[in-house]
């Protein structure tokens, strides 16, 4: 008997149909791999089997756990299946997290709620399971709270929380999205052993391919709320027929960057020996900590830059500092001939206009309350002179159509456009000053494979026709490849290596870039390791 059936689903909210005659199985012990792009309904089937889909939302047909149908359950009964029959690993760690609450205290409601524990041997149990997750007590003390941990120890005490009772199944929603290599890879190692050593069934959902391809025993690629292919892994990546599934994989290659050296030049951006200092809790008198340690690069006009690294390796306020936006530090960056520090008034308006940002969510960067003309026009008030409101209007206009938008555009809200139309947005808003150089921040890492695809290829296409310079920002060693002319790798705050991107990837000689790259998912790779594990 399966473990998990779904047979015939519909789905609809109000009159929209989300899944459409979807069905499913799961056996015991087996890591199910659900794949599609945002909106092709892989999140809403597991919300499905949780029962926690909103108000408006109505079903048709059977979702059959251990040969029980959960629709028929009254909510009282469907409590006691949530945690303690059925674990859910939520996508976004601190939202699934409560911010008042140590995470001791909310792996030991598990115990307490469904075992009937008293609060102390609650917590002696729920202590004993963050330790075999990975957080010992005396690495992360279980009285810290949510905003305390790193996202990699958040994402540890959402899979606690799910796994403590040890269910049979275990639904994973994205689990790693936003996590750099190497965590990802930790969290995909400690759901793959749970469910192996528990014989339980893994439900694991993603876009990401090439992590699939290494993970599941059998993968179902989703569109528009239909499985559109499903069979074995490895052998559906060589079996797939359906026009979205072979787009899928083909947009999960990235193609290598292939373009000669750009000419030796003057740098357009130079870090020399530059430091950023953190106080911790400086009116307390806390330590400090070093985020930023002596860095020293440069970028020539035209070329692009990686920086690669794990969260907190300072990759995001070396960003910042080139931004002006770090106020704090030691050393110097420049922009052209002019240093940050060195210039007040009209000049640091000149200087600021020379180097602008597009941020990792396009949809947290643009003011939902505003129109496109507003969002894209807003770096103009760095200009010396006010622009009049045509002039104004046909500068935005030509900016998003550069970018492949329409000029009408112009007069449609953020939330009329899809995640990737919204970085183009971002793009555009970026280029309007006609900026020397642009500091993309995990630009893509939010972005389904396809649309990443297409915002990777506009970008080189923009660096090619109008000279950009990028300071480029990721986890993602895959981008970085694609888009990159040379690679910086940071670890605590220094750059442990650097390189043209083909020689560093090629033959990395740091041991911290070897293990990244070891971390990082190749889909080819993946594929070509299972089928050589199958007998």
Excluded at 16 to 34: C, F, R, T, W
Excluded at 157 to 166: D, G, K, R, S, Y
Excluded at 196 to 210: E, I, N, P, Q
Aim: charged share 20%; hydrophobic share 45%; net charge neutral.
């Amino acid at each position: 008997m399966a473990l998990l059936h779904i047979d015939n689903l519909s789905l609809s909210i109000g009159n929209a149909p989300i899944l459409k005659s979807l069905s499913l199985k799961l056996a015991p012990g087996e890591i199910l791999g659900l794949v599609g792009e945002s909106g092709s309904g892989k999140s809403l089937t597991l919300l499905s089997t949780m029962r926690l889909l909103p108000r408006g939302a109505q079903t048709n047909g059977r979702i059959a756990f251990q040969g029980q149908d959960l629709a028929t359950l009254p909510e009282r009964a469907m409590c006691t299946v949530r945690g303690a029959r059925i674990g859910m690993v939520f996508q976004e760690p601190m939202t699934a997290l409560n911010p008042v609450q140590t995470i001791g205290r909310q792996v030991a409601e598990m115990f307490a709620l469904h075992k009937s524990l008293p609060p102390r041997e609650a917590l002696r149990a729920a202590g004993d399971h963050l330790a075999k997750l990975g957080l010992p007590p005396e690495r992360v003390p279980h009285d810290r709270y949510p905003h305390e941990l790193s996202g990699g120890q958040r994402q540890r005490v959402v899979v606690a929380i799910a796994t403590a009772l040890a269910p049979p199944l275990i639904l994973a929603d994205e689990p790693t999205t936003a996590l750099d290599v190497t965590t990802q890879a930790a969290i995909v190692d400690l759901l793959k052993t749970m469910a192996r050593r528990d014989g339980a069934g893994l439900v694991f959902v993603t876009h990401d391919l090439a992590l699939i391809a290494g993970l599941a025993d059998r993968i179902a690629i989703m569109r528009a709320g239909e499985i559109v292919e499903e069979g074995p892994a490895p052998s559906i990546f060589r079996t797939m027929r359906h026009p979205y599934a072979l787009a899928l994989r083909a947009a999960a290659t990235l193609r290598p960057r292939e373009r000669p050296a750009p000419a030796s030049a003057a740098p357009i951006v130079e870090a020399t020996d530059l430091s950023v200092t953190y106080a911790d809790n400086a009116l307390f008198g806390g330590a400090s900590t070093r985020a930023v340690d002596a860095v020293s690069f440069s970028l020539a006009e035209g070329e692009t830059v990686g920086i690669v690294g794990e969260s907190g390796s300072g990759k995001s306020t070396l960003a910042r500092a080139v931004l002006g936006l770090q106020p704090t530090f030691a050393g110097q960056i420049r922009i052209g001939d002019r240093e940050w520090r060195s210039v007040r008034g009209v000049a640091l308006r000149a200087l600021r206009r020379q180097i602008q940002v597009v941020f990792q969510d396009p949809y947290g960067s643009l003011n939902p309350r505003h129109r496109i003309e507003t969002v894209v026009a807003e770096p103009l008030h760095l200009l010396d002179q006010r622009l009049p409101p045509a002039e104004r209007r046909a500068k935005v206009q030509a900016q998003l159509e550069r970018v492949g938008l329409a000029a009408q555009d112009a007069d449609k809200y953020p939330h009329e456009f899809s995640g990737g139309q919204r970085q183009r947005i971002a793009i555009a808003r970026a280029l309007i000053l006609e900026p020397k150089v642009i500091v993309l921040d995990e630009a893509v890492s939010a972005l389904d494979v396809s649309i990443r695809a297409q915002i990777i290829d506009l970008l080189k296409d923009l660096s090619d026709r109008l000279g950009l310079t990028y300071l480029f920002i990721t986890h993602d060693l895959a981008v970085v490849r694609a888009l990159a002319d040379r690679v910086l790798v940071m670890q605590n705050g220094k750059i442990v290596e650097h390189g043209r991107v083909a020689d560093v990837f090629a033959s990395p000689v740091h041991p911290y870039t070897q293990q990244l790259l070891a971390a990082s998912p190749d889909l080819e790779t993946a594929i070509a390791a299972r089928e050589k594990a199958t007998p």
